[in-house]
């Protein structure tokens, strides 16, 4: 079982900065892909950023050239630097992670529990 713990959520005004970071803790035999994924109320669970262990990163266009997403394969752990922030990423933000318990196990998705990020006009 993996277990991600989120923070670094808040609220903030257009053009502002926020910084999300994530950490996974649990019996796992290894962490594959890392990522973000956001919310809004009324949308569906979509994906802001991912990366993988090897560090290859994945981008939702609404958000290239602003958000940058890292990781830390020792201390598992991913964080998401959102830059130039607007209104419309306004929503809560979910890390999430691919892991295996075992060498030939199969990779299970796991969830954060959600941090809100809204950013006003």
């Known amino acids: 079982q993996v277990q991600l713990v989120e923070s670094g959520g808040g609220l903030v005004q257009a053009g502002g900065s926020l910084r999300l970071s994530c950490a996974a803790s649990g019996r796992f035999f290894s962490i594959n892909d890392m990522g973000w994924y956001r919310q809004a109320p009324g949308k569906q669970r979509e994906l802001v950023a991912a990366?993988?262990?090897?560090?290859?990163?994945n981008y939702a266009d609404s958000v290239k050239g602003r958000f940058t997403i890292s990781r830390d394969n020792a201390k598992n752990t991913v964080d998401l630097q959102m830059n130039s922030l607007k209104p419309e990423d306004t929503a809560v933000y979910y890390c999430n992670t691919k892991a295996r318990n075992g060498r030939f196990a199969a990779a299970v998705n796991y969830w954060g529990q959600g941090t809100q990020v809204t950013v006003s006009l």
């Open positions: 990366i993988t262990s090897g560090g290859n990163t």
